[in-house]
C-alpha cells in the first residue's frame, strides 16, 4: 500500500460497529437460543404485504429499477398531504439505499473543502464518520442530560458550520427535542446552516409535542430536511431503504449526489406496500409502548437507572458494573445489547425493545449478572 496515494480523510474515519450478529454469538459462546436486542430492529418483522409486494416485484428484477423511485416519492408525497394538509409532490423527496445513504448525500453535499458539522455529544455514530469521510471538522456539543443542548449548539455555530445533525428521538438516549425547542432554534439558527432532522424513529413517538420541522419545509425553508425510514417500524432494515423530505430547490441539489440506482425495485414496491398497512404498524407501536412500561418496571425492580424513552430503545446509565462485563455476561446468556461506546456514551448501554419473552428473557439474564457480579 505505500507506493498508493490513500485519502487522508478516509484514514481518520471511525469504523462503524455494528450490532453483534446472533450467528456468531451463537457460534462463540456455543448457544442455541441467542437474542439481539443491539440495533433497535423491528421486533415484529416486515409486514405480510410488504413480503407479498418484494415478492411480486422480483418477477421484473432482472431489469434495472423503473419506475418504483417515482411511485413511492408520489405515494409519500399523498401521503403527507393528508397528513399535514400540505401540498409537496414527488420532488419534495429524495430516497436512498437506507436513510445512512440518504446522509452520505447530504454530506457530501454540503462537506466540501473543509466544513463543519454540529452534533450533541450522544449521538447516532454515522454523523461523525460521514463528516470525517469527507474531511470536515466535527463539532460535539455535550450533551444536556442526555438531551439536546439546543442553546449550546447554536452557539457552537460559526461561519464554517455547514450542517446541524438533530436526530429527533435520539439515538441511544431516546430523548425528544419538542416542537417549542425546535422553533425556538430555527428562530435563531443561521440562514447558511443547513439543519438536518433524523427521525428514524418518527412513527414509534407517542409525544403530542413531538417536532414539526416538517412545517418549516412547508412554508419554504430551504435550509430544512428531514430524514425518514422504514428500517424501524416498518421492519425493512436489510432491505436498505429512505428518504429525505426538503423543498424541491435542496432536494434537487441533493440529487447530484445520488447513486444511479442505489436501490432496487423490489423494496420500493415493498415500501409502498408497508406504507399501506396500517394495522401491522399500529401493532407495532401497541407493542413498544406496552413492553416499554414492563422494562421500566423489571429496571426499576432491579434498581437500575435509565433514560425515559421515546423510542423503541432504552438506555442505562449509572450502571452498578462495567459496561463491557454487563455486557459480556449478557453474551453467554444469550442476549446481545449494545455499550454505547460508539454513540459518545461508554458507561451506558443500550437495549431494543423486543418482544414479550425477549424481554423477559433480557431482564432475566441481567438480573443473574448483577447478582453473580454480587457474588449471590
Ligand atoms: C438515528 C438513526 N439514523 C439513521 C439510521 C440508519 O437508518 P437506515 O437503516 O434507514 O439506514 C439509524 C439506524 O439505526 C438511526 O438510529
Do not use: W
Not at 8 to 22: D, F, R
Not at 88 to 100: E, S
Amino acid at each position: 500500500m505505500e507506493h498508493l496515494h490513500l485519502n487522508p480523510h478516509l484514514l481518520n474515519v471511525p469504523l462503524y460497529v455494528a450490532g453483534k450478529p446472533i450467528e456468531e454469538v451463537q457460534e462463540e459462546y456455543g448457544l442455541t437460543e441467542v437474542i439481539k436486542l443491539a440495533s433497535n430492529e423491528n421486533p415484529l418483522g416486515m409486514s405480510a404485504l410488504a413480503r407479498a409486494a418484494f415478492e411480486r416485484a422480483l418477477n421484473e428484477a432482472h431489469r434495472y429499477p423503473a419506475v418504483g423511485d417515482r411511485n413511492l416519492r408520489r405515494k409519500l408525497a399523498g401521503l403527507y398531504n393528508t397528513r399535514h394538509n400540505a401540498t409537496f409532490t414527488q420532488d419534495n423527496f429524495l430516497t436512498g439505499n437506507g436513510i445512512g445513504d440518504v446522509l452520505r448525500m447530504i454530506t457530501e453535499s454540503f462537506i466540501f473543502d473543509g466544513g463543519e458539522t454540529v452534533i450533541c455529544s450522544a449521538t447516532f455514530p454515522l454523523y461523525r464518520i460521514l463528516t470525517t469521510q469527507f474531511g470536515g471538522k466535527l463539532v460535539a456539543v455535550p450533551h444536556k442530560n442526555y438531551y439536546h443542548d439546543l442553546p449550546a449548539m447554536l452557539d457552537a455555530i460559526t461561519s464554517d458550520t455547514r450542517l446541524v445533525i438533530l436526530c429527533n428521538p435520539n439515538n441511544p438516549t431516546g430523548t425528544l427535542i419538542s416542537r417549542d425547542h425546535v422553533n425556538e432554534f430555527m428562530a435563531r439558527v443561521p440562514p447558511h446552516v443547513v439543519v438536518v432532522f433524523d427521525e428514524s424513529y418518527y412513527e414509534i413517538v407517542e409525544d403530542p409535542n413531538y417536532s414539526n420541522a416538517i412545517e418549516f419545509i412547508h412554508q419554504g425553508r430551504d435550509q430544512v430536511i428531514l430524514l425518514r425510514g422504514f428500517s424501524k417500524v416498518h421492519g425493512l432494515a436489510s432491505l436498505r431503504i429512505g428518504y429525505a423530505l426538503g423543498t424541491h430547490a435542496m432536494i434537487e441539489y441533493l440529487h447530484h449526489a445520488q447513486l444511479t440506482f442505489n436501490t432496487g425495485d423490489p423494496v420500493f414496491y415493498a415500501a409502498m406496500a408497508a406504507l399501506d398497512d396500517q394495522a401491522h404498524i399500529d401493532a407495532v407501536r401497541q407493542l413498544i409502548a406496552t413492553e416499554k412500561h414492563y422494562l421500566y418496571e423489571g429496571l426499576s425492580e432491579l434498581d437500575l437507572s435509565f433514560i425515559p424513552t421515546a423510542a423503541n430503545f432504552l438506555l442505562l446509565v449509572d450502571l452498578p458494573r462495567a459496561t463491557k462485563y454487563i455486557y459480556e455476561e449478557l453474551l453467554k446468556r444469550g442476549v446481545i445489547v449494545r455499550v454505547a461506546t460508539g454513540f459518545g456514551l461508554p458507561d451506558a448501554i443500550r437495549v431494543s425493545i423486543g418482544t414479550h419473552r425477549e424481554n423477559e428473557k433480557f431482564l432475566h439474564a441481567l438480573k443473574d449478572t448483577l447478582r453473580s457480579a454480587n457474588g449471590k
